[in-house]
């Protein structure tokens, strides 16, 4: 897509009581920027890159989406990663308020949705309470557009009641997902797991999980969802780690669990004018 037409940074100057300059103050807009595919971007999304003063965004959010902002917009990488944040989440914090404090128009773009694991929740907390004026956009997340890619529903009246999404990756110190219990649940309650962050974790995840699945339960790994290098395989939850070791499927990656699953081999045969690009 085309980079449009330089515009100039939008900065509003008002006048205060004593005639001095004093620069209104600017906005943050926490925008979801989709799984990866351009074309998945909300109207509204394109609508504020193309407008913003400021982006600051994560690593997975692709350059075909970036290239949207206006020439004049800079452009800030604090990508992160597990194990590799380039710029602490305080640093990011106070980043959005220092930029919207200068009357800039700030869109923070994330990957997915903002409020799907994208800590959007603690940056909403963080501008709220310095008085920053903020809203949020929501985007497609990773894990319900790599599903639908594969021409698969999350729920199925006969297969899935209801969908978790859940995280395989816990905070140092924190205990994490409880595995079993929900096993447990999605077993009882006919629920599709969609785990995020779950590829290095895989075996332990496995292992949890079986307390309340079948080892045949049907599980699909999708890394690069609706983007040019996406993949995918299928397996079984018995299978699931060594499955993930001989593919060398890595992240980001989302494994979904459940009988859904099962309709994938069938989505393969889908035209390919079914299938994103
Ligand atoms: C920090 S979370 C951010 C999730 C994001 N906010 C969302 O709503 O999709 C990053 C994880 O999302 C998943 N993810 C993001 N984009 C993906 C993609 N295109 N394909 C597969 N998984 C993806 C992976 O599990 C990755 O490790």
């Given at each position: 897509m085309a980079r449009p037409t330089p515009s100039h940074p939008r900065r509003l100057v008002a006048l205060d009581g004593a005639g001095k300059a004093a620069v209104a103050a600017g906005r943050v807009w926490l925008v979801g920027a989709g799984p990866g595919d351009p074309e998945l971007l909300t109207l509204k999304a394109a609508r504020l890159i193309a407008a913003a003063d400021v982006i600051v965004h994560d690593g997975l959010v692709s350059p075909e989406i970036l290239s949207l902002a206006p020439a004049s917009a800079r452009l800030i990488d604090v990508a992160k990663r597990k194990s590799r944040h380039t710029l602490p989440q305080d640093d990011i914090n106070r980043l959005l308020v220092a930029f919207a404090l200068q009357g800039l128009t700030v869109v923070r773009l994330k990957g997915g949705d903002p409020f799907i694991f994208g800590r959007g929740g603690e940056e909403l907390e963080?501008?709220?309470?310095?008085?920053?004026?903020?809203?949020?956009?929501?985007?497609?997340?990773?894990?319900?557009?790599?599903?639908?890619?594969?021409?698969?529903?999350?729920?199925?009246?006969?297969?899935?009641?209801g969908v978790v999404f859940v995280t395989g990756h816990a905070k140092p110190g924190d205990e994490g997902t409880d595995w079993r219990a929900l096993a447990d649940t999605a077993f009882k309650a006919k629920l599709t797991l969609v785990i995020y962050m779950g590829v290095s974790g895989a075996g332990r995840i496995q292992d949890e999980l079986l307390t309340?699945?079948?080892?045949?339960?049907p599980v699909a790994v999708i890394q690069n969802a609706t983007l040019t290098s996406q993949r995918h395989i299928t397996t079984t939850l018995g299978q699931l780690?060594?499955?993930?070791?001989?593919?060398?499927?890595a992240s980001p990656s989302v494994i979904v669990v459940g009988d859904v699953v099962s309709g994938i081999a069938a989505a393969a045969e889908l035209p390919a004018q079914f299938r994103v690009a």
């Open positions: 963080h501008l709220q309470a310095a008085g920053i004026a903020v809203t949020v956009i929501n985007g497609i997340t990773a894990g319900l557009a790599a599903v639908t890619s594969l021409g698969v529903p999350l729920t199925h009246r006969q297969h899935a009641h309340g699945l079948p080892a045949s339960t780690a060594t499955a993930i070791a001989e593919s060398r499927l």
